[in-house]
Antibody, heavy 121, light 106 residues
Framework: QVRLVESGGGVVQPERSLRLACETS????????MHWVRQAPGKGLEWVGM????????YYGNAVRGRFTISRDNSKNTLYLDMKSLRVEDTAVYYC??????????????WGQGTVVYVSS | DIEMTQSPSSMVASVGDSVTITCRAS??????LSWYQQKPGRAPQLLVH???TLETGVPSRFGASGVGTDFTLTITSLQPEDFATYYC?????????FGQGTKLEI
């Protein structure tokens, strides 16, 4: 079955960087768009961004554009989120999610369990 | 960016009731609308995509409809496991914005 496992979260100081990874299995990773979604404590869901099946297109939410970069390694079935210039307001649970199609306009069909990023001095 | 507005933000219901949650987009999004259910401490789960297509395994008491700017998620004969927070999301144009959520409480 589809499995998504995030890692790399932790406590980080403001303005520092962090890389999250999402290891996947149970589906043909190279054929699906992938998403990152985050949820601040006690808040709703916020779409962070997505990457097409081949990495050819990437899109970002306004709050992270220019600071976060999504990438993927289809040979390793792994999705990444590189976060720089982190802010206190980036504190959240970060989920990776599998899309429903290569370029994905069908939403987040399967989700990982999430990894916690806590930005604090 | 497309803004998604859900109503109500929260609601109280009882087992056996029927409820409807609405989601309005700030511009037309055709049928590019998904619905999610999230329970406390858990990752969200996709219920519906393409406005009205139920995911495999979603009980038939869930129904969804809409096109353009106005969408609804209806749950009939509420069960205890349905009490959760529900989110809509547009996938018409990046960024794929979520609604603010609707908390369904007993």
């Amino acid at each position: 079955q589809v499995r998504l496992v995030e890692s790399g979260g932790g406590v980080v100081q403001p303005e520092r960087s962090l890389r999250l990874a999402c290891e996947t299995s149970g589906f043909d990773f190279s054929n699906y768009g992938m998403h990152w979604v985050r949820q601040a404590p006690g808040k709703g869901l916020e779409w962070v961004g997505m990457i097409w099946y081949n990495g050819g297109n990437k899109y970002y939410g306004n709050a992270v554009r220019g600071r976060f970069t999504i990438s993927r390694d289809n040979s390793k079935n792994t999705l990444y989120l590189d976060m720089k210039s982190l802010r206190v307001e980036d504190t959240a649970v970060y989920y990776c999610a599998k899309g429903g199609s290569p370029g994905d306009t069908t939403g987040c069909h399967n989700w990982g369990q999430g990894t916690v990023v806590y930005v604090s001095s | 960016d497309i803004e998604m507005t859900q109503s109500p933000s929260s609601m109280v219901a009882s087992v056996g009731d029927s409820v409807t949650i609405t989601c309005r987009a700030s511009q037309k999004i055709s049928f590019y609308l998904s619905w999610y259910q999230q329970k406390p401490g858990r990752a969200p789960q996709l219920l519906v995509h393409a406005a009205s297509t139920l995911e495999t395994g979603v009980p038939s008491r869930f129904g969804a409809s809409g096109v353009g700017t106005d969408f609804t998620l209806t749950i009939t004969s509420l069960q205890p496991e349905d009490f959760a927070t529900y989110y809509c999301q547009q996938t018409f144009s990046p960024p794929h914005t979520f609604g603010q959520g609707t908390k369904l409480e007993i």
